[in-house]
Nanobody, 129 residues
Framework: QVQLVESGGGLVQVGGSLRLSCAGSGRSFVTYAMAWFRQAPGKEREFVSVITWNGDSTHYADSVKGRFTISRDDAKNTMYLQLSSLKPEDTAIYYC??????????????????????WGPGTQVTVSS
């Protein structure tokens, strides 16, 4: 069974940091672009960040640029999201996803949820003021 499972969420104060992990199992995701999305209460699920299959390119939502860093370790079949300088508006459930980008430009591919074949169940991040 192919699975993605997020971990590392929790409660953190404004300005704090967290590192989220997304572990894959059941297959290798080495040929997949991997992404993070988030969904706050009452809002649509939104794109956060993406990394290409070989890690040579990344893309971030404007709201997190300069504060979040995406990375991947294919030897561990795991992707990470380092969250820093956290704000209350970062509070959400964070989901990881995997999809095959093909020839699509990364900025076009990344934010569309229907481009992703696999999703994790999510991990809660709560930023308190």
């Amino acid at each position: 069974q192919v699975q993605l499972v997020e971990s590392g969420g929790g409660l953190v104060q404004v300005g704090g940091s967290l590192r989220l992990s997304c572990a894959g199992s059941g297959r290798s995701f080495v040929t997949y672009a991997m992404a993070w999305f988030r969904q706050a209460p009452g809002k649509e699920r939104e794109f956060v960040s993406v990394i290409t299959w070989n890690g040579d390119s990344t893309h971030y939502a404007d709201s997190v640029k300069g504060r979040f860093t995406i990375s991947r370790d294919d030897a561990k079949n795991t992707m990470y999201l380092q969250l820093s300088s956290l704000k209350p508006e970062d509070t959400a459930i964070y989901y990881c996803a995997a999809g095959r980008r093909g020839n699509k430009p990364l900025r076009i591919f990344a934010p569309r949820k229907d481009n992703y074949d696999y999703w994790g169940p999510g991990t809660q991040v709560t930023v308190s003021s």
